[in-house]
C-alpha cells in the first residue's frame, strides 16, 4: 500500500494529523519522536 498522506496541523492544539490512505488517522503532538512516528507509518504501510 503507498504511504500517501494528507497532514495538517492544529494550531489550537499543537496536534497534527496524518490522514493515511488506507483509513489510519494517526493524531501526534508537536514533540513526537520522528524515529518512531517512521516505525509507526512503516508498520502500518506494510499491513
Known sequence: MPLTTTAR???????IEIDLDSGHR?????D?????LR???????HR
Open 9 to 15: 496541523r492544529r494550531k489550537s492544539d499543537g496536534i
Open 39 to 45: 516505525r509507526v507509518l512503516d508498520a502500518l504501510a
Open 26 to 30: 494517526i493524531r501526534v503532538d508537536g
Open 32 to 36: 513526537v519522536d520522528g524515529d518512531a
